[in-house]
C-alpha cells in the first residue's frame, strides 16, 4: 500500500454469527431513517450525526486460512492493520498458534483476541507471544462500543508504527550513507597520511643520498691526490727496484772475482741472512699487488665521483647509463657480494640526457631492495637494459621471496619501462627525472 493510511481487519473465528456481528459493527450499511432522523433535529437540534469510520473486513474460519488469507494480502501490497483472533477454535489451530504464525510472517500486524474463556492465563498468553505492547483482549459478549474503539485505536496505531518504521528505515539508510561517507573520508585520509609519511621518508631519503653524494664526491677528490702520488711511487720504484736487480746481479757476477776468501764467505753469509733471493722475487709481486689495489682504489673513486655526480650541478647532461649501472654495482658490492651473484645481461645503450646522479640513486636503491629480498639463501640478482623506439629502459630483477599481493606484483622490480615521454634529442635519448 502506497498511503500509511490502512484500515483493514482480518477476522479469525469459526462461528459464523460472530463474523456477521462484526460486520454490522465494523460495515455497517447506510440506511437512512427519515422519521428517525425528524425527532433527533425536533429533539436536539439540527447538527449533523457524525458518520461512524467504515472498515474493510475479511473473513478466516480457521487459523490455517487466516495465514493464507494474510500471506495473498501482502502479496498484494494490501496488509491487514489489526487482526480479531478467536481463542477456541476446534480445528486446526487454536488462537495462541494462529497468532504466533500471523506474526511470524507480519510482525507490525496488531491483534485482538477474542474469548470467553481460555486454556491459558493472559499472563501466559502475554509470554508466549511476547506481545505485551500489542496484544489486547476481548471478553465475549462484547460491547459494540469497545469493538469499534479497538478497531479505530489498533488501527491508528498500525499507521503511526508503519510510518515510525518508515522513517527509521530512512534514518537507517542516512546513518548507513553517512558511515559510508565517513569510513571513505577516513580512508582516504589514511591514504593521505601514509602518502604524506611516505614522502617524507622518501625526501629524508633523498636529503641523505644528495649528502651521501656529496660527501662521496669530496672524500673522491681527497682520495685522488694520495692515490696520484702512491701510484706515481710504486710505478717509479717499480723502475727503480729494476735497476737494483741489475745491480744485484752484476755484485753476483763478481763475487768470483773476489780475492779474499773471508769476503766471499761473508758476502754469502749475508745473501743467506737477509734471503736476498727470496727477496728479489717477492718485491716485484709485492710492487704489483699494490699497484693492483691502487688502480681498485682510484677505480672505486671514480665510480663514486659519477654515481654522485656533484661536481655536474645536477644539470641535464648526456650520460652513459650502462656505465652509471656499473659504477653503482661496484660502490654497492659489499652489501651483495655474500647474499647473491650478479647477471649481466646488457644491451648497447646510446648516451641519454638525464640527471645521472638521480638515476644511480634509483639503481642503487633497486639493488639494495633486491639484495635485502633474496631471504637467507644465496640468489642472483639480474641487471638488464634495453633500448625501444624512442625509450631506453633499465630492469633489476631477484630471484627472492617478492612482494605479497597487494596488488600482486612481480617480485621483479623495474624501472619506469618504455616512456613514451621519452623522445629523442640530439645524438641521443632523453629521460625524465628519475624519483
Excluded at 542516512?174 to 573520508?185: G, I, P
Excluded at 627472492?400 to 596488488?407: A, H, Y
Amino acid at each position: 500500500m502506497n498511503s500509511m493510511s490502512n484500515r483493514r481487519i482480518l477476522l479469525i473465528d469459526d462461528t459464523p454469527a460472530i463474523h456477521e456481528d462484526f460486520r454490522k459493527i465494523l460495515t455497517p450499511e447506510d440506511e437512512s431513517n427519515t422519521d428517525l432522523q425528524d425527532m433527533e433535529s425536533a429533539l436536539f437540534g439540527a447538527a449533523p450525526k457524525p458518520v461512524a469510520t467504515v472498515f474493510e473486513l475479511d473473513s478466516a474460519y480457521g487459523g490455517q486460512e487466516g495465514l493464507n488469507k494474510l500471506l495473498e494480502a501482502s502479496a498484494k501490497g494490501r496488509p491487514y492493520a489489526l487482526a480479531f483472533v478467536d481463542m477456541r477454535m476446534p480445528e486446526g489451530w487454536d488462537g495462541a498458534k494462529t497468532i504466533e504464525e500471523l506474526w511470524k510472517r507480519d510482525p507490525l500486524l496488531q491483534v485482538v483476541v477474542c474469548t470467553a474463556y481460555s486454556d491459558y492465563s493472559w499472563d501466559e498468553l502475554l509470554d508466549r507471544l511476547n506481545g505485551h505492547d500489542r496484544l489486547l483482549i476481548l471478553k465475549k459478549p462484547f460491547d459494540n462500543i469497545e469493538v469499534q474503539q479497538m478497531a479505530n485505536t489498533l488501527t491508528t496505531k498500525w499507521e503511526m508504527t508503519s510510518r515510525a518504521q518508515l522513517k527509521m528505515n530512512k534514518l537507517e539508510d542516512l546513518v548507513e550513507q553517512r558511515t559510508q561517507a565517513f569510513k571513505q573520508a577516513s580512508e582516504l585520509l589514511q591514504m593521505e597520511i601514509d602518502e604524506r609519511k611516505m614522502l617524507e621518508t622518501q625526501l629524508v631519503q633523498s636529503e641523505k643520498l644528495a649528502s651521501l653524494g656529496q660527501l662521496a664526491a669530496g672524500v673522491a677528490h681527497e682520495i685522488n691526490n694520495p692515490i696520484g702520488f702512491i701510484s706515481s711511487n710504486l710505478g717509479a720504484l717499480d723502475g727503480y727496484f729494476g735497476k737494483l736487480q741489475e745491480m744485484l746481479s752484476a755484485y753476483g757476477n763478481a763475487e768470483g772475482a773476489i780475492a779474499s776468501p773471508e769476503l766471499v764467505v761473508h758476502l754469502r753469509k749475508l745473501r743467506e741472512q737477509v734471503e736476498l733471493d727470496f727477496l728479489v722475487e717477492d718485491i716485484p709481486l709485492l710492487i704489483k699487488e699494490s699497484k693492483d689495489g691502487i688502480g681498485r682504489v682510484g677505480q672505486i673513486v671514480k665510480d663514486l665521483k659519477d654515481f654522485s655526480r656533484v661536481d655536474s650541478r645536477q644539470e641535464w647532461q648526456m650520460a652513459n647509463l650502462q656505465q652509471g649501472m656499473d659504477s653503482t654495482l661496484n660502490i654497492v658490492a659489499n652489501e651483495i657480494k655474500y647474499k647473491a651473484d650478479v647477471v649481466k645481461e646488457y644491451t648497447p645503450l646510446p648516451e641519454v640526457e638525464c640527471l645521472p646522479s638521480q638515476i644511480n640513486q634509483v639503481i642503487m636503491n633497486l639493488i639494495v631492495n633486491a639484495a635485502q629480498a633474496i631471504g637467507p639463501e644465496r640468489g642472483t640478482i639480474t641487471l638488464r637494459n634495453g633500448v625501444g623506439d624512442e625509450t631506453v629502459w633499465i630492469e633489476v630483477a631477484d630471484n627472492g621471496s617478492g612482494i605479497p599481493p597487494k596488488p600482486c606484483r612481480k617480485s621483479s622490480t623495474r624501472s619506469s619501462p618504455p616512456n613514451p615521454s621519452a623522445r629523442a634529442r640530439g645524438s641521443g635519448y632523453r629521460c625524465p627525472t628519475a624519483s
